[in-house]
């Protein structure tokens, strides 16, 4: 049986209560308690908790098989956002955040058809940005970014898209996360982005603890193998989106479940 909240607890002793002040008290410090009380964990906070001081780590060789799998899969993996350059690969980056790949991809051609470049999207407007983005969570921000970093590209960059992460970050709507994406894709530097997916992976396998971000993607940087990193973002994306999901990893799919240290999978299926 699923255990009561101290709030409702205190909530039904109030209830059986006659004496007024008592009653008045109970339901007070059932109030504060509600109030007070944390919402149940995210999953990103769950996973960087899975391990934390007791990861069994993977060995050198364990990380080069879980790679060599994905490659043998997937030899050359794409992301799913739809782009046509660098620069409308930075747009849909930035749109994108907090919102899934399809959702963008739903509402981008549009867009693109009529700005390709920073200066037809800087022509364009944001009121008419705005109208072509707004299926996309957050789209009046977004499409301000949008407008605002087109501005950016054609006044201190000769309209084209930096080449450095450095100049990346400081284009609105765009952080590391973005900018490692671009450089990525559109660049081919062998970057990690790391996203909901690979920090879950990170700290659900045991494959890069870290408590944040940052942290996993500074350890998987430095425990895969140069020769698989210019794919490996791609890989451990696709995996967290399609096989190791948030609620129900499907662990009877995996390719690396025989290597993986999560406590909690369900299979232990070599390749």
């Known amino acids: 049986m699923a255990k009561k909240s101290p709030s409702k607890t205190l909530v039904r002793k109030a209830a059986k209560v006659k004496k007024?002040?008592?009653?008045?008290?109970?339901?007070?410090?059932?109030?504060?308690?509600?109030?007070?009380?944390k919402p149940e964990a995210t999953q990103k906070k769950a996973d960087a908790k899975a391990?934390?001081?007791?990861?069994?780590?993977?060995t050198p060789a364990q990380i080069d098989e879980a790679f060599r799998r994905f490659q043998a899969a997937e030899p050359e993996p794409k992301g799913e956002l739809?782009?046509?350059?660098?620069?409308?690969?930075?747009?849909?980056?930035?749109?994108?955040?907090?919102?899934?790949?399809?959702g963008v991809n739903k509402a981008?051609?549009?867009?693109?058809?009529?700005?390709?470049?920073p200066q037809k999207m800087v022509a364009l407007g944001e009121d008419r940005i705005r109208d072509l983005v707004k299926t996309i969570g957050l789209y009046r921000t977004k499409a301000k970014n949008v407008f605002l970093l087109a501005k950016k590209l054609?006044?201190?960059?000769?309209?084209?898209?930096?080449?450095?992460r450095d100049e990346l970050v400081t284009l609105p709507g765009a952080g590391r996360k973005t900018a490692n994406v671009v450089l990525n894709m559109a660049f081919g530097q062998p970057t990690m982005a790391v996203d909901t997916h690979i920090f879950r992976i990170g700290n659900r396998t045991g494959l890069a603890p870290g408590k944040d971000p940052l942290?996993?993607?500074?350890?998987?940087?430095?425990?895969?193998?140069?020769?698989?990193?210019?794919?490996?973002?791609h890989w451990l994306i696709l995996h967290g989106r399609y096989i190791c999901l948030a609620r129900k990893p499907q662990c009877e799919k995996c390719i690396i479940a025989d290597l993986c240290q999560w406590p909690g999978k369900t299979a232990n299926t070599p390749p």
């Open 51 to 58: 391990f934390e001081g007791t990861a069994k780590r993977w």
């Open 154 to 164: 054609v006044d201190e960059f000769g309209g084209e898209v930096p080449r450095t």
């Open 82 to 102: 739809k782009h046509t350059n660098p620069f409308t690969l930075l747009v849909a980056v930035v749109l994108s955040a907090q919102a899934t790949d399809a």
């Open 20 to 37: 007024p002040s008592v009653k008045k008290a109970l339901i007070k410090a059932a109030k504060g308690k509600a109030a007070t009380k």
């Open 108 to 117: 981008t051609p549009a867009l693109f058809a009529l700005a390709d470049t």
């Open 215 to 233: 942290a996993v993607e500074l350890e998987l940087e430095k425990v895969i193998p140069a020769k698989y990193m210019l794919h490996a973002h």
